[in-house]
């Protein structure tokens, strides 16, 4: 296969063996860390999800496939432009309550640390109550939320009512994301119940373009 479809074949075989190999060949080819990410191992998982999602595929394989794209990640990721801007601000990061789903919301971390946001990513299935306890204590200027399951949409709109309910939710601008949610359900309806900011990012650069529109 050619490197391209290869990589892409190594998220959804959960094939990792020879995996930095094919790493260290892209990039030394020109392909930046980001675009392998975006353009090839993120297709992968597309497929991964859709094979998934109608009954082909089952849940042992789609953790692997899961783990070769962390490897990917974290291999390259030393490799990913930094910008010398710090300190833009600092952000909390979880994946909501009852939900797994991390490999977007670390995305999210990466791409906002990179360019100079600080970022406190407390990790997956992580309750309302723990979330806005990390805002405070780490001094958060922004929180953000990740969810990929349906229900962590629903689960989104309660935290979003506890925000209210606790007189926070002018506090800290509530960035949202993951692949269960939409712009329409995040601009129209949590936003009409919601007094403070919500912002829908599509993906991880919205979620920088949205802090750094946020945070000024
Ligand atoms: Co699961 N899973 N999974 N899964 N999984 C989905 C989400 C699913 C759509 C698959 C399917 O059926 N086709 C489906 C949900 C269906 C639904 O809710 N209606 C599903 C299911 C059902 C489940 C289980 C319930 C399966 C089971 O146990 N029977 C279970 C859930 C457990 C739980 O959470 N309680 C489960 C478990 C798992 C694994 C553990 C095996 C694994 C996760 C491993 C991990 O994350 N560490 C897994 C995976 C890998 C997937 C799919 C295949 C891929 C997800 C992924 O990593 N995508 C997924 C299919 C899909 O999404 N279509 C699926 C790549 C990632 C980069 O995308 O996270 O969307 P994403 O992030 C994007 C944007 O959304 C955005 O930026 C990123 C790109 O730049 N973004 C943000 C995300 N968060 C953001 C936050 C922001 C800003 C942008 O600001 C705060």
């Known amino acids: 296969l050619p490197l391209d479809e290869r990589l892409k074949r190594r998220i959804i075989d959960g ?21 392998i990410i975006n353009d090839l191992l993120l297709d992968g998982m597309k497929v991964v999800g859709e094979l998934f999602g109608s009954g082909q595929m089952q849940l042992p394989f789609v953790l692997q496939s899961a783990e070769v794209m962390k490897t990917a990640v974290a291999y390259l990721e030393p490799h990913m432009e930094k910008t010398d801007d710090d300190g833009k601000g600092r952000i909390v990061l979880a994946t909501v309550k009852g939900d797994v789903h991390d490999i977007g919301k670390n995305l999210v971390d990466i791409i906002l640390s990179n360019n100079g946001y600080d970022v406190v990513n407390i990790g997956i299935k992580q309750p309302i109550s723990a979330i806005l306890d990390a805002a405070e204590e780490h001094r958060a200027d922004a929180i953000g939320m990740s969810g990929l399951l349906v229900k962590s949409t629903v689960i989104m709109k309660e935290n979003l009512a506890e925000m209210a309910s606790r007189g926070v939710a002018e506090r800290w601008p509530v960035l949202l994301g993951g692949a269960a949610l939409t712009r329409a359900y995040v601009e129209d309806d949590l936003r009409s119940v919601f007094p403070g900011q919500v912002h829908y990012a599509r993906d991880a650069f919205e979620g920088l373009s949205l802090m750094d529109r946020v945070m000024t």
Not at 23 to 28: E, I, N, P, R, Y
Request: proline share 5%; no cysteine; aromatic share 0%.
């Open 15 to 35: 094939e990792r063996n020879g995996l930095e190999a094919d790493l260290d060949t892209a990039m030394a080819q020109g392909r930046t860390p980001l675009s």
